[in-house]
């Protein structure tokens, strides 16, 4: 009996973590996808923007904002990630808003509250009213803010999908070779 609730646990667990394993997939490298490439050559440097071709071992990239196309070697690649979509920080912009505006808030209560003429007791309670209604609103404007800014999602091509090796030159040398398989 024991050994058959185990033997049932264990394959509860495994299917589970299976589905997670699929849900993490990272999307197509297809002409079409919005790429973010590292390029060794001729210096470290980032490009963003949408693959337009694969043709042998060279990508076409359309950069944002750019009308030219831009060849990257699949040799110079040093890492490539692929957009799975867009983001919002709505929790970010909530948080940061709630905690600027109670900040703010308690500050300005304490110091408009503390000027008042009631023997010195009246800034902590002017600090308590005024971070609660500045913490309010911030929640409110940042929850907003949050919402409307938008980011990517990057997901890396893993690194089985890079290549290493060596091809032997027809005069006589060998050469050290990378790739990246899509």
């Not at 040093?78 to 505006?101: E, N, P, V, Y």
């Not at 002017?126 to 911030?138: D, K, T, V």
Request: net charge positive.
């Amino acid at each position: 009996m024991r050994i058959r609730m185990l033997a049932i646990n264990t394959a509860l667990l495994l299917s589970s973590s299976g589905s997670a394993v699929a849900s993490q997939e990272i999307p197509a490298v297809t002409p079409g996808a919005r790429v973010r490439a590292w390029i060794s050559q001729p210096a470290d440097q980032k490009f963003v923007g949408t693959l337009l071709e694969i043709r042998g071992d060279t990508l076409f990239l359309q950069g944002e904002g750019r009308a030219d196309t831009t060849r990257i070697l699949r040799t110079a690649l040093t890492r490539l990630d692929i957009s799975a979509g867009q983001m919002r920080h709505t929790g970010t912009g909530a948080a940061a808003g709630f905690l600027i505006g109670g900040a703010g808030g308690a500050l300005a209560g304490f110091l408009i509250a503390n000027g008042q003429n009631c023997d010195g007791g009246c800034g902590g309670l002017g600090a308590l009213l005024f971070g609660a209604i500045g913490a309010g609103s911030g929640l409110l404007i940042g929850t907003v803010v949050g919402g409307n800014t938008t980011s990517d999602r990057w997901q890396e091509v893993p690194g089985d999908r890079f290549r290493v090796g060596l091809l032997p030159q027809r005069n006589g040398r060998v050469a050290f070779v990378a790739s990246v398989s899509f």
